[in-house]
């Protein structure tokens, strides 16, 4: 079914969510949906293995994408998402969810055109960069470094992920943090099964509490 032009928001997130991942949402995911439109996300999320977490992949571009199509710009959704998790197979299927999405998005006209009204892209550059940093393999990051005007995915392990936000990037110099710190303050960070990272955790919510953007209006939410 084509979502309506004049339809509210949890109408326009149940069709496409159905239309690009071929089921229903659950009504926490639809719930959730609403909270991150509202810029007040629940800090936790439990729920069992198979229940449909990774999902928040979906939820997370949905709201971004409303809000483009509403107000015709960035609101309260924050631009990146990274998925965090300390378990290298979950992080790659994060990864495979989202390039499942990204490409269903890419593949309808309607959502492709407001995903081009946010940011300014370079000649041949994706438009929902999907990286991977984790050991053993680090893909596509230069896309998301390149360009922080456009909305991203990145999924990985707390040890790359996280450890730059304490200025002490894993294997590299002090100074490969700062980028990737100001990268992380417009962003989502979800962080999945966090009972295996009390450390990632407790960082994440101390820069949460301390977030040096919230002033300027940029976004920084913590989902575990």
Known sequence: MQPKGQCNAETFFKDWFLRLRGFTPYPWQTALFIEMLAGNL???LYGPTGGGKTEI???????LLWEIKQYGKRRLVPLRLFY?????KVADHAENVSRQIVTAVLGDPELTELL???????????LVPVAVRRGERIERWDDVVSNPTIP??????PDLL????????YCAPWKQALPECGLMLDSLVVLDEAQLSAAAHNV??????????????IPFSVVS
């Open 42 to 44: 629940r800090p936790f």
């Open 57 to 63: 992949i979906s939820i997370w571009l949905l709201s």
């Open 84 to 88: 965090c998790v300390d378990r290298r």
């Open 116 to 126: 081009l009204r946010i940011g300014k892209r370079m000649p041949k550059q994706p």
């Open 152 to 157: 991203a995915l990145i999924c990985g392990t």
């Open 162 to 169: 996280v450890s730059p936000l304490i200025f002490a990037p």
């Open 204 to 217: 994440l919510r101390f820069v949460k509490t301390q977030n040096p953007g919230r002033n300027l209006g």
